[in-house]
């Protein structure tokens, strides 16, 4: 795929950049980010551009940590389910093998 241009307009600056990814998906990370910025300056009354990018940078890792967290949790509480359903079945096949062994011995 050829690198695509994407133009970008935001904090009183503008410049081009080129990447291999879809122009929708760049346009769509840099409307995000465009967001991120714009709330922060209406929250907190920022008007430094350097500062304003800053703010939204660590805003966007928090979401970022924050959405990897609980993928590790949503992760973590799978492994520990996979672990009871394999002591549950582990517990079955206990108890059927026994069973089988008394009726069979009858």
Known sequence: MPKEGLR???LGTSFTIRADEDPLYLNALLSKYQTVVDSVQR???LTDPLKSAI???IMLCDELEKQQRKINNTSLHEK???KEV???LLDLITRIDA???VNHGQ
């Open 8 to 10: 970008i307009d935001i």
């Open 99 to 101: 069973s089988l062994q």
């Open 86 to 88: 394999e002591k549950l």
């Open 80 to 82: 520990q389910g996979s």
């Open 43 to 45: 929250n907190t009354g």
């Open 55 to 57: 703010v939204a940078g």
